[in-house]
């Protein structure tokens, strides 16, 4: 089963970036859609982006379109997370997901998830 390890997270004011980054341990990485999730204190996780086996498909949750952009690097095995503009409402512990899909949405099964990098932005 592929290891998912996130990093980058931290603690940042408004209107801050950030970039995360996931790194999966399988060789077959390029070949499945990513994502990446979130759950704030007291919430449940919520769908923040998702992108196609070789990039070229992305999708994104309403409330951060246009802040934050996910990307890969199948050379590394890496899917990326810049978030810009940040807010405290991006307050959580991020996660990265792995589908067994070659393009995946929200609505997708993802079967791996990684132990998740926490994101807090103050005011």
């Known amino acids: 089963q592929v290891q998912l390890v996130e990093s980058g997270g931290g603690l940042v004011q408004a209107g801050d970036s950030l970039r995360l980054s996931c790194e999966a341990s399988?060789?077959?990485?390029?070949?499945?859609?990513m994502a990446w999730f979130r759950r704030a204190p007291g919430k449940p996780r919520e769908f923040v982006a998702s992108?196609?086996?070789?990039?070229?498909?992305?999708t994104y949750e309403d409330s951060v379109k246009g802040r934050f952009t996910i990307s890969r690097d199948n050379s590394k095995n890496t899917v990326y997370l810049q978030m810009n503009s940040l807010k405290p409402g991006d307050t959580a512990v991020y996660y990265c997901?792995?589908?067994?899909?070659?393009?995946?949405?929200?609505?997708?099964?993802?079967?791996?998830w990684g132990q998740g990098t926490q994101v807090t932005v103050s005011s």
């Open positions: 997901a792995q589908s067994g899909l070659r393009v995946a949405s929200k609505n997708s099964h993802f079967a791996s």
């Open positions: 399988a060789r077959a990485f390029y070949e499945y859609a």
């Open positions: 992108i196609g086996w070789n990039g070229d498909v992305t």
